[in-house]
């Protein structure tokens, strides 16, 4: 059974940073590419950073380019996403998903229960 649990979230002024962190307890974690997805209130979930199974290859949403870095510790089974310069419309429901499959792009298949961002202006 794959279990993803995300931390880190919590309530920050527009301007800062926070670092969410997702652990997964998958024994190919090293093999397998994570993503991050974020969900508005009222809005669908929309694909936010992922990186590969290596970690040598990442991808970002137009909006976070140059804000968030997505990162992982295969030894820890973590990945990271750092984000900074933080604005009201990241405020959201982050979510962290693992796939089967080395490279970035395909179907996320496992999620976590995810993990309160809020930006106050």
């Known amino acids: 059974q794959v279990r993803l649990a995300e931390s880190g979230g919590g309530l920050v002024q527009a301007g800062g940073s926070l670092r969410l962190s997702c652990a997964a307890s998958?024994?190919?974690?090293?093999?397998?590419?994570m993503g991050w997805f974020r969900q508005a209130p009222g809005k669908e979930r929309q694909f936010v950073a992922a990186i590969s199974a290596s970690g040598d290859s990442t991808f970002y949403t137009d909006s976070v380019k140059g804000r968030f870095t997505i990162s992982r510790d295969n030894a820890k089974s973590t990945v990271y996403l750092q984000m900074n310069s933080l604005n009201p419309e990241d405020t959201a429901v982050y979510y962290c998903?693992?796939?089967?499959?080395?490279?970035?792009?395909?179907?996320?298949?496992?999620w976590g229960q995810g993990t309160q961002v809020t930006v106050s202006s």
């Open positions: 998903a693992s796939r089967d499959g080395e490279t970035w792009k395909g179907i996320y298949a496992y």
């Open positions: 998958r024994r190919t974690f090293s093999s397998n590419a």
